[in-house]
């Protein structure tokens, strides 16, 4: 008799033990959750590239201040262009003195390289259609769940590398504009001439591609002509961007009124002006 009990003890405990192996595969019907912080995709829509040419007035009328005021907004806008779905940018500074026209009135070129977009979040699979099989439904359930597990990995994984490179990206232009930002000139007391830098300017544009910016921080007194060729500028599909120095509003009216007109003569795509203070509130002085 006891030889049967003990035999019937056996069977019932490798019958529970055989059972409790299906039962984790029960329970897991959820997809599993990772822990700890999440990366986060930056979604962006594309940026073309970017080339900006910025002529910054250095000669004795223009107010050190005044041109601080426009450097700075300018290097904390490249800071905020460094972003994923980019296709990169370059900027380049040039002085407008007594001869614009010359490379050596070069002051600084800053570059953003491109920037792969962040991808999407991989689309979770779905459960199979039930079969009304318990254990055959558990393994698909389990096997969902570790593919989803796997891919949310994986994701993460690219988005932590791609974040990482970003960051990098950001902080060596951060140290170029820094640079930007620490900028000093020499006062030129001899002459304006910003014909000379625009002139410049053009001939960059005309070997440039992506959306073309020309930035010009100045009072637009321009005293010199010695570097200016009547219809030798061309600024096609160029968008100019005017930081103005003026404080006598008679001729304020009239070099605003002349400037507009030569530029829009020589293919700019806009023209626009701004005072000291709208320049630094601009929500993107690069668009």
């Not at 990169?88 to 920037?115: C, E, K, M, Q, Y």
């Not at 960059?204 to 321009?222: E, M, R």
Request: charged share 15%.
């Amino acid at each position: 008799m006891r030889q049967i009990v003990a035999g019937l003890s056996a069977v019932l405990l490798t019958a529970l033990l055989s059972g409790c192996s299906v039962l984790p595969s029960l329970i897991r019907s959820q997809p599993q959750t990772t822990h700890g912080p999440q990366e986060q995709p930056i979604i962006r829509p594309h940026q073309a590239f970017r080339s900006v040419y910025v002529c910054a007035d250095i000669s004795s009328s223009v107010s050190s201040r005044f041109l601080h005021q426009f450097l700075h907004p300018l290097a904390d806008a490249i800071d905020r262009a460094v972003v994923p779905n980019s296709d990169g940018a370059i900027f380049i500074v040039h002085w407008i003195g007594a001869n614009s026209w010359t490379p050596d009135a070069d002051a600084l070129t800053i570059t953003i390289p491109a920037i792969q977009a962040d991808p999407l979040p991989p689309k979770s699979r779905s459960y199979p259609v039930a079969t009304g099989d318990p254990f055959a439904e558990a393994q698909a359930h389990q096997s969902v769940d570790e593919a989803n597990t796997n891919a949310q990995a994986q994701y993460q994984q690219q988005l932590h590398r791609l974040h990482t490179h970003l960051a990098k990206v950001r902080a060596a232009v951060h140290q170029q504009t820094q640079r930007l930002r620490s900028l000093t000139w020499p006062i030129d007391a001899i002459q304006t001439d910003v014909f000379g830098c625009v002139e410049r300017a053009s001939l960059y544009f005309t070997h440039a591609h992506g959306t073309k910016v020309l930035l010009i921080a100045s009072d637009l007194i321009n005293n010199t002509f010695d570097e200016y060729v009547s219809g030798s500028m061309h600024l096609t599909g160029v968008k100019v961007k005017i930081a103005w120095y003026c404080a006598d509003a008679p001729v304020c009216m009239s070099v605003e009124a002349q400037w507009r007109q030569f530029l829009r003569d020589a293919g700019a795509q806009s023209v626009e002006f701004y005072d000291p203070v709208q320049i630094q509130t601009l929500p993107d002085l690069l668009a």
